[in-house]
């Protein structure tokens, strides 16, 4: 066989490989922030001989990263030209971007807090027709008139209630299992203080976390308004602050050109968060969270921060979301006041489990989605459960705010 038409050993099978007659499971990686989600699935089918993952990550308009975050696991891919011509007995995904496409069941992941932005192609729709959130919605469920996925997990009931309205068809390949972001926050909350030590927080600091959706109409896609004011009234002996920013911000306009607006943080105490990194413990350790209309700052409603909102755009936001809800109760910052005291107002004004209502739209199922999704694989592959229970991996501990630092954009790697 020539090598330039020798494929990977994952894709030829056979003599190939060491380990054999393994169920073939395929993980369709589009983008970081897909990864990162996908990772508490495919985590599930450790230590189990009888299957065999493979991970392909397709084109993606922000695509850029995901082979890195792949690698740094020690994770190979396949090339999706090969991936989507070879046979597999079960894929993930949590996009619908050419899964059509392959030769094997699909199981449809969410990967965001609730379901939160609607559809903006509304070519499709008919006249009339409801604009729904993707996971929802009859154009990314449907080919061809038919259900693509074998399985669609809901963090949910209520996320049910309304497939039922947008997608009937979809709704005997629908699952509630739950969301792993709740469930790593919920186990991680006791180790608060750990966190806190860990970033380098001093006693008496208070920890501000701004987290950024992705768009125009999110916090970073107005950050020259909000910027000034963090870096002359919040860094300094009093607060610390970290940007938690969404990693498709990363991949649309390129880590350099990120740090390279950042570069007046350099050295002002403002950390930015790698897109790469587990955010779930700084968002833990935070004491106010500054946030937009995504899913981060609707996670934070999980901890006992107090909240500050950025303006959204309520025509963008399913009116049943988690964000819709909380954007209806926590207070919005105001460019007219310091934004010290408006943090100071956020906090006297705080009371624990203030956005419980907001919080208990994550998740109809806290504490189960490791059990339950892995309950759903399993089926699909026609395999028997491995004989112990699934659990929470614990959050690692951060790294001290300094590593995260604004960077010289000269040293990011391209």
Request: with cysteine; glycine share 8%.
């Amino acid at each position: 066989m020539s090598v330039e038409t020798t494929k990977p050993a994952l894709i030829e099978q056979g003599r190939w490989l060491t380990v054999q007659d393994c169920k073939r499971l395929l993980v369709v990686a589009h983008t970081v922030t897909f990864a990162q989600r996908l990772r508490e699935v495919f985590c599930l089918l450790e230590a189990d001989f009888r299957i065999q993952v493979v991970f392909t990550a397709p084109p993606h308009a922000f695509g850029e990263g995901v082979s890195r975050y792949l690698e740094s696991l020690g994770i190979a891919t396949v090339p999706w030209e090969e991936a989507r011509r070879a046979e597999f007995d079960l894929a993930l995904a949590a996009g619908s971007r050419g899964v059509h496409e392959l030769r094997a069941p699909v199981v449809r992941i969410s990967h965001g807090a609730g379901h939160i932005k609607l559809l903006t192609d509304t070519s499709s729709l008919k006249p009339g027709e409801t604009r729904s959130p993707g996971m929802l919605s009859r154009q990314h469920l449907l080919h061809e008139g038919r259900v693509g996925p074998a399985a669609i997990v809901y963090a949910h009931e209520r996320d049910v209630e309304e497939l039922a309205r947008s997608c009937p068809e979809a709704l005997p390949v629908a699952h509630v299992v739950g969301d792993p972001c709740v469930d790593r926050i919920l186990a991680g909350r006791s180790r608060r203080e750990q966190y806190r030590g860990a970033l380098g927080l001093e006693a008496g600091q208070r920890l501000v976390i701004v987290p950024s959706t992705w768009g125009p109409t999110s916090t970073f896609g107005r950050l020259d308004t909000l910027l000034p004011q963090l870096l002359s009234q919040l860094p300094g002996r009093d607060y610390r602050v970290a940007l938690l920013l969404h990693p498709n911000v990363f991949a649309g306009h390129g880590g350099w050109q990120v740090q390279s607006w950042l570069a007046g943080c350099r050295g002002r105490g403002i950390a930015v968060v790698p897109p790469e990194a587990d955010w779930l413990a700084p968002l833990i350790a935070a004491d106010c969270i500054i946030g937009d209309h995504g899913s981060l700052t609707a996670y934070g409603t999980l901890t006992d921060a107090a909240m500050l909102l950025t303006p959204g755009p309520r025509r963008e936001i399913s009116a049943s979301s988690p964000a819709a809800l909380l954007a209806a109760q926590a207070p919005v910052i105001s460019p007219a006041y310091p934004l010290d005291e408006q943090v100071r107002y956020a906090a006297e004004r705080h009371r624990p489990g203030q956005y419980e209502q907001v919080a208990s739209l994550l998740s109809s199922a806290p504490g189960q989605f490791h059990r339950r999704m892995r309950t759903v694989i399993y089926r699909l592959l026609k395999l028997g459960e491995p004989a112990w229970a699934p659990l929470v991996p614990p959050l690692p501990l951060p790294p001290p705010l300094e590593q995260w630092e604004a960077v010289d954009p000269w040293a990011v790697r391209r």
